[in-house]
Structure formats: structure tokens, C-alpha cells
């Protein structure tokens, strides 16, 4: 990497320059310059590249399946995660795999070091410490940045990951802070410049916990939560645990918590009127769930080491935005905290977004040429969400500079793909973030197989690198070999029940394949019919299995949603009362009473929309017309 310094700015030119060295910004400038683009990553300060604001933790549901596509395409959170981790948790494990989310806790400062790493090591790429305080526009197109010093950067695309810092105001009940994160400065000049190019934008808002000092808590009465002893890893690159593990604590809030909170409303900036922005609704403050879960008395909260050497300890699920004395009273209503030391507050941010339906697929912005918009600021929340779209918006400027058209992700083979076309064809009026229920293609996205549906199309896009070709390509002739395999061995159902099996006396023979498919045959059995398969590859044998398993449900669900496409057009009757119809979101049901969209179409482009819903939507908007066929010819 060339860290270079201001004053040798004037003679630099880029091909592409990306503003924020955080989660979007890092997979983005990584992206960028592994497409072969010259890549220059500006920053306020080289040493946070990699901060993680809020918990230190990747992954989750839907997350984690995000991580695992960009770690496919090559991009560099899923490895800079393991290098980090030090509780690793399979979410959903007791579900089917398709659900299954890999997530892991951690060390906030081992991460930045291994993004810096990583950032450090990547040809092309050069990082400057420095704040860009507007765009430089000429020709109707973006042509550079200008720093806070007034120097010009030039370059022949521009990507913009300002995170949370554009406009920037910290709330901490009536105190009110500019800044980008705690500790660093807001982004106003750029913000005001966005707004004066007429770009659409609106207000956000998220929150965070106070940290608490390890040593102020009392663990010993606490349930404790241990990692899996299994990690699931989020690169296929990564083969071992480097860092220690640690477990976290679990305890709850308590009704005295809730009375001391309820108490105190009016002084929290989120309730007292001092935030107009909109929060995630899928991640609340603590205010928030005791308000909108009145009947509740008790939350669950995750105490969370925030490292190996640091004493910090990030308590999960009661981010708040109440005076700092009112903290220091609850917090203690905590069994286990009873002596707790906040060592910083929790605190809320506001800052400025943009509407993501200006953008096009690919995340360029449609009214200015040269500019591409990623992460935080497009309107989503969570790492994963950030650098996802980071590689997408990198790449997408590289292949512009280079004539090439935009990559396109689908949402039959991505979450990455369901992510670009929520937010650019239904925009956000609320923090997006992933969930698997927003894909109608879930059976087939699986976090396991991530690399088979990706990793051709980013070879193909020259965003792999060359060790992981090699992986890729010997894992999946491995597998080819083991499938036909498989497929060259098969009995009739008489024989395998002969054998103690209990198949459908039907006289179809069965590859060995489709054996395995079948949750009441596990890999032994089927090797006690062919011991000759016994040789086969572990890893091949539970990969092949999933597949067959899922092969005839992966077939439903695309049949099913291609009827949704084809049914777009079906209007939904007067008739339908949404708040009547069992199975739907209150979410949706308050949303679509709201809209009361004309069409199915109309309804699939509603912020938050399901397929499940979506399907019931259909079911009911036939029945209706059913009903009304019936009366007319009765
Ligand atoms: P960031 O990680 O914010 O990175 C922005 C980068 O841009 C920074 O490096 C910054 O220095 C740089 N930058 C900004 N402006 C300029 C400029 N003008 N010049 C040069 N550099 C600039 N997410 C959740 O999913 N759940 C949560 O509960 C949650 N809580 C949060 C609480 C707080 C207080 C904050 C601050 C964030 C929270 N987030 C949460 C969001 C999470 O941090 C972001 O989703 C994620 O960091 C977004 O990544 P990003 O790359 O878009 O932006």
C-alpha cells in the first residue's frame, strides 16, 4: 500500500477513488483494485480503518449468508472475520441449513489490524489519511474530490461509503454532539454538497449501548453461553481458529429496569422529540421495547466481550440514547450488573442518507455519471449489508472505467442480489437490513453453497484471486467426481428394504444420490449398501447431500415464484382486509392497509414486502375472486 501524505497530493489521479475506510469503503477500494483498477481509499484516519461502530460481530441470519457471497467473490470481510473471531455460533442450528446463519463474536481490535492488513497488502491500492470535503464535478460528470485542505484528487469514478458521518449528530438525552461515530467528526461540507446536487435524502437513525468494564461484572451469577465447538467459518480459505475463544453471559433486564426507563422517556433524545430520523425497527433501543412491548417485563441481554486484551464489554440489546446519569441508575437494575461501571455511554446518531432508488442496479447514481453510492448511506444497517454493497459498487466502477457493463447480481443467485433490487426498486423509509424471509429463492441461497452459485461469476469478472481459484476449482471437480459417483450406484426398492431400509415399494430404483437426499438416511447406511463408497470425501458427501435434499423443494419454490412474477399484474380486490388475514407481518398488515396497493405487483414494491406474503396475498386476492364469480353466476 502507498499511504501518501497531503502534500504530495497535486500529481495524483486515480482511475477510482473511494471515500470511507469503512465496511463498504474497505471491500469496495478492495474490489476496485483487485478488477485492475488504480484505487486510491480516503479516509479521516488510516488507524480505524476496519472500526467496527457498534458490536464487534459479523454474521447472523441473512448476514452471515451476505458474508459467505462476499467471501466467494473474494472479498475480504469473511477472512478478516475469522482472523478476528473468538466465539464462533451457528445461528438456527436446529433448522434446516437453508436458515442456518454463521455468526462470530469478535476482537474488535484484531479485525481492524487484519482489514488493515488487508488493505495494506493489496496491489493497485493506495490509502490517503484525509478528509474529502466535496466532489469535483466538470462535463456533467464526478472528475475527483476536493480535500478539507482544498487539494484535488482526480479520478474517473468516485465511490461514496460515508457510513454515518454525513451529517452526523451524536444525542445523548439533550446533548447533542456533531460527529460521524463517537470519536470522530461529522461529514458536513459533503452532506451539504450531496443536497445541493439535488440528490434525494432523508434522515436515519441507530443506536448503541453503553460499554460496560468486565470487571464491574459479576459473571458467576450469570448463565454463560459457550461457543460451538464445530466453528463454521465464513471463507472456505480459512482452515483453523487462530484466536482464543471466550464465551458470553446472558442476563435480562428486569421490571425495575422498565419502571426507572419508563420514568425517564422524556429525556431520552429518541423519545423527547430530539430525533426526527427513523430507526431500525429490527434492532430497537431499549426505549423502544419497553414502549412498543409494554406487556413484557424482561429483555434478553447478550454480554459480549468487545476483545482478548480489552476490559470492554459490549452489553447486546440495550442500545440507548437517555442521559448518561439515567444509564448509570438502569444499567444497576441488572441482575448481575449490580455494581457496573459504564465506561462510555450509549448514545444514538442521526445522519443523512440517500434515497437508494436513485441509484441503478449496479449502485452507480443515475443523475451524475462517475459516482457510485455504497453502504451505511445508502440506507441499510450492519457491516454485512455495507460491505456487500462495497464490492458491488467497486467492482461495477471498475468495469465502467474499463467499458465493460455493469455486473449484474439476480435474485436467483444472491442475497446480494435481493439486496440491490429491495433498495433500488423499493427504496428504505427505515434502516434496511437482511433477513432470509426476503428472498423467494431461499432453499437454493445457502450460506453453503455460496461459492458454488458465486465464484464462477467472479472469476469470470476477474475479482479472484488466484489461491482461491485453485481451491474452487479442485473443490468442485471433487465433488463432480463424487456426484457420479453416486449417481452409478442404485438398487430397487425391494433390495435396499431387504437391506433394512424402508422405502416405498414402488419398483423405481434409486441413484445412491437420492438415497442421501432423504432425511432418514444418514452417509452409513448408505455406505453399509456400497462399502465402496466409504472412500468418498466427507466434506463431498454432506455438500451432495444438502443438494439432493433440497432438489425437489428448490424446484417448488422457483415454480412458485415465477407464478408470482406472472400474477404481477392480478389486481387485488377492494375487499381484501389486510388486518383479517392470518400469517401476515404487523408490519405488513399496517403498511398495506396504509397503501392499499392495486396490484400484486404493487404490493412486491412495498418496503419490507415477503414472498410468503406475497403469496398469501395472492391466495386470498383469488379466493375473493372466486367468491365473487360464485355470486355473480348464483
Ligand atoms: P462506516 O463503517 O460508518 O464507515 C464510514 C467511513 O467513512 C469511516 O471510515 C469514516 O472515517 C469515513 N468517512 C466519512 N466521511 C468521510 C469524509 N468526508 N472524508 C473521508 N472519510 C470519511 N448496525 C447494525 O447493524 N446494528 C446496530 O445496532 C448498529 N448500531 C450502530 C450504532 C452506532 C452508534 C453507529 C455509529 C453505527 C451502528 N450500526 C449498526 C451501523 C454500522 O456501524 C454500519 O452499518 C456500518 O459501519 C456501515 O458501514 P459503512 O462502511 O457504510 O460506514
Not at 470481510?77 to 434446516?96: C, E, F, P, S, T
Amino acid at each position: 500500500m502507498g499511504v501518501f501524505h497531503v502534500k504530495h497530493l497535486a500529481d495524483q489521479q486515480a482511475d477510482v477513488i473511494v471515500i470511507g475506510g469503512g465496511h463498504a469503503g474497505c471491500d469496495a477500494a478492495h474490489a476496485a483494485a483487485r478488477a485492475g483498477a488504480a484505487t486510491i481509499l480516503i479516509t479521516h484516519r488510516i488507524d480505524r480503518i476496519g472500526e467496527m461502530s457498534c458490536n464487534p460481530a459479523i454474521g447472523g441470519l441473512g448476514k452471515g449468508h451476505l458474508v459467505r457471497e462476499i467471501d466467494a467473490l473474494d472479498g475480504v470481510m469473511g477472512r478478516v472475520a475469522d482472523a478476528a473471531a473468538i466465539q464462533y455460533r451457528l445461528l438456527n442450528r436446529k433448522k434446516g441449513p437453508a436458515v442456518q446463519g454463521p455468526r462470530a463474536q469478535c476482537d474488535r481490535s484484531l479485525y481492524r489490524k487484519a482489514m488493515q492488513a488487508e488493505i495494506s497488502t493489496c496491489p493497485r491500492l493506495s490509502v490517503i489519511e484525509a478528509a474529502v470535503n466535496d466532489l469535483s464535478v466538470g462535463g456533467g460528470r464526478v472528475t475527483g474530490v476536493v480535500l478539507d485542505g482544498g487539494e484535488v484528487i482526480r479520478a474517473k469514478a468516485v465511490i461514496l461509503t460515508t457510513g454515518t458521518f454525513l451529517r452526523g449528530t451524536i444525542h445523548i438525552g439533550d446533548k447533542r454532539i456533531p460527529g460521524g461515530r463517537i470519536g470522530d467528526p461529522a461529514a458536513r461540507r459533503l452532506a451539504d454538497r450531496l443536497r445541493d446536487l439535488g440528490l434525494p435524502m432523508g434522515r436515519l437513525k441507530t443506536g448503541t449501548p453503553p460499554r460496560l468494564h468486565r470487571d464491574s461484572v459479576d459473571f458467576d451469577r450469570l448463565d454463560q453461553q459457550p461457543g460451538d465447538d464445530d466453528p463454521t467459518f465464513f471463507s472456505t480459505l480459512t482452515s483453523r481458529v487462530t484466536a482464543s475463544q471466550v464465551p458470553c453471559h446472558i442476563t435480562h433486564t428486569s421490571a425495575e429496569t422498565h419502571e426507572v426507563i419508563r420514568d425517564n422517556l422524556s429525556r431520552s433524545a429518541l423519545f423527547g422529540g430530539g430525533i426526527e430520523g427513523v430507526g431500525p425497527r429490527y434492532c430497537p433501543s431499549i426505549e423502544d421495547k419497553v414502549v412498543r412491548f409494554a406487556e413484557k417485563t424482561s429483555h434478553q441481554i447478550f454480554l459480549e466481550p468487545e476483545g482478548l486484551d480489552t476490559p470492554l464489554i459490549y452489553p447486546n440489546g440495550i442500545s440507548t440514547s437517555l442521559p448518561e446519569e439515567v444509564q448509570a441508575i438502569w444499567v444497576r437494575t441488572i441482575p448481575g450488573l449490580e455494581r457496573a461501571e459504564i465506561v462510555q455511554p450509549g448514545y444514538a446518531i442521526e445522519y443523512d442518507y440517500v434515497d437508494p432508488r436513485a441509484l441503478t442496479p449496479g449502485l452507480a447514481l443515475r443523475a451524475l455519471p462517475g459516482l457510485w453510492l455504497a453502504g451505511q448511506i445508502n440506507g441499510t444497517t450492519g457491516y454485512e449489508e455495507a460491505a456487500a454493497q462495497g464490492l458491488v459498487a467497486g467492482l461495477n466502477a471498475a468495469r465502467a472505467i474499463a467499458g465493460q457493463p455493469p455486473q449484474h447480481f439476480s435474485r436467483t443467485d444472491s442475497y446480494i442480489g435481493v439486496m440491490l433490487d429491495d433498495l433500488t426498486s423499493a427504496g428504505v423509509t427505515e434502516p434496511y437490513r437482511m433477513f432470509t424471509s426476503r428472498s423467494e429463492y431461499r432453499l437454493h441461497l445457502r450460506a453453503d453453497n455460496a461459492d458454488q452459485r458465486l465464484t464462477p461469476l467472479g472469476i469470470a469478472a476477474g475479482l479472484v484471486g488466484e489461491r482461491r481459484r485453485r481451491a474452487f476449482e479442485s473443490k468442485r471437480e471433487s465433488l463432480a467426481r463424487s456426484r457420479a459417483r453416486l449417481e452409478a450406484h442404485a438398487i430397487t426398492p425391494s433390495a435396499a428394504n431387504a437391506k433394512g431400509l424402508s422405502l416405498n415399494e414402488d419398483g423405481v430404483r434409486r441413484t445412491a444420490l437420492q438415497l442421501l437426499g432423504r432425511p432418514d438416511i444418514n452417509p452409513e447406511t448408505l455406505f453399509g449398501l456400497w462399502p465402496n463408497l466409504g472412500d468418498l470425501p466427507a466434506y463431498d458427501v454432506a455438500q451432495l447431500a444438502r443438494e439432493a435434499h433440497y432438489a425437489d423443494y428448490i424446484t417448488r419454490q422457483r415454480a412458485e415464484a415465477e407464478e408470482l412474477r406472472r400474477e404481477e399484474a392480478r389486481p387485488l380486490p377492494a375487499a381484501l382486509t389486510y388486518e383479517a388475514l392470518p400469517g401476515l407481518s404487523s408490519e405488513l398488515r399496517q403498511k398495506l392497509t396504509a397503501r392499499r396497493p392495486a396490484t400484486l405487483g404493487d404490493a412486491r414494491r412495498i418496503e419490507g414486502m415477503t414472498p410468503a406474503a406475497l403469496a398469501l396475498l395472492l391466495v386470498a386476492a383469488k379466493r375473493l375472486e372466486q367468491a365473487a364469480a360464485q355470486s355473480r353466476r348464483a
